[in-house]
């Protein structure tokens, strides 16, 4: 299925790994042409030089902490002319924290989304439409006191999204997002061996937690970042306002 994404300027947050990576990937494949945000520089240039390579593609890189309002704001510049804002950047801990660790985690997931969406919002606004892609997660819907900071951040930009997403076609423009559950991801793979050397003594017993998952293993980050892509492209050109739950059935009751 061709979505009609080539040509299109895509901006990712985020790219460096995992579920960024992988949308990366994924829109380059399309013959998007990428614009990469992160806090890892290294990373971020090797994977546009790879897919500038393997895909004739234009790709460039942004050095950016979203924390930052001085970054926001140059990145929102770099991206005056683009047709899709992926928002993926977070890395929100896990337990009961502090104010001053719960005040950091929410800087970067929840109000990084937010003040990018509000400058490129209204540059796509002014070129006409465009489209918006926020990442969230499943934790937002099914709640979960051991990543409670987690759970109310993603909670929060899931009303954010249907809010914006519930008025955006009046501007031409679409905001959906997705809500992943496990996702095989570096990160994924920390947070269990950590679980496990807790539980168990021994870290590489860490894939005995996935287990019990659906189909016995997490989601591919490659599954998420199509769906990004098609979420992008004038095939869902109807879409607005909504999220999509990709977890395997457990948010609607896998046992």
């Known amino acids: 299925m061709d979505l009609h994404l080539r040509g299109k300027r895509v901006l990712i947050t985020g790219a460096s790994k995992g579920i960024g990576a992988a949308a990366a990937e994924a829109f380059a494949e399309e013959g998007a042409h990428l614009l990469l945000a992160a806090r890892s520089g290294d990373q971020l240039k090797a994977l546009a030089d790879r897919l500038r390579a393997a895909h004739q593609i234009d790709a460039t890189t942004s050095i950016v902490d979203l924390r930052k309002e001085e970054d926001v704001a140059r990145l929102a510049k770099e991206a005056a002319h683009i047709d899709v804002l992926v928002n993926n950047a977070g890395d929100i801990p896990g337990g009961s924290i502090d104010e001053a660790a719960w005040r950091h985690a929410w800087e970067l997931k929840v109000f990084g989304y937010i003040n990018l969406t509000r400058h490129i919002y209204a540059q796509m606004k002014a070129k ?9 997660g499943a934790a937002g819907e099914k709640f979960d006191a051991n990543y ?3 759970s109310a951040g993603n909670a929060a930009l899931m009303a954010f999204t249907r809010a914006l997403g519930g008025k955006s076609l009046a501007d031409n423009i679409r905001v959906v997002g997705i809500n992943p559950g496990p996702v095989g991801t570096d990160r994924h793979v920390t947070l269990l061996k950590t679980r496990a050397k807790h539980q168990f003594g021994d870290e590489s017993r860490y894939k005995e937690f996935q287990k019990s998952l659906p189909l016995g293993r997490p989601a591919h980050a490659r599954e998420i970042g199509d769906l990004m892509a098609f979420l992008a492209s004038d095939r869902a050109g109807y ?17």
């Not at 006409?128 to 969230?136: F, M, S, T």
């Not at 879409?239 to 046992?255: C, L």
């Open 239 to 255: 879409t607005s306002g909504v999220i999509y739950t990709v977890d395997g059935g457990i948010s609607a009751g896998w046992s």
């Open 148 to 150: 409670i900071c987690g």
């Open 128 to 136: 006409g439409g465009g489209v918006i892609v926020n990442d969230i």
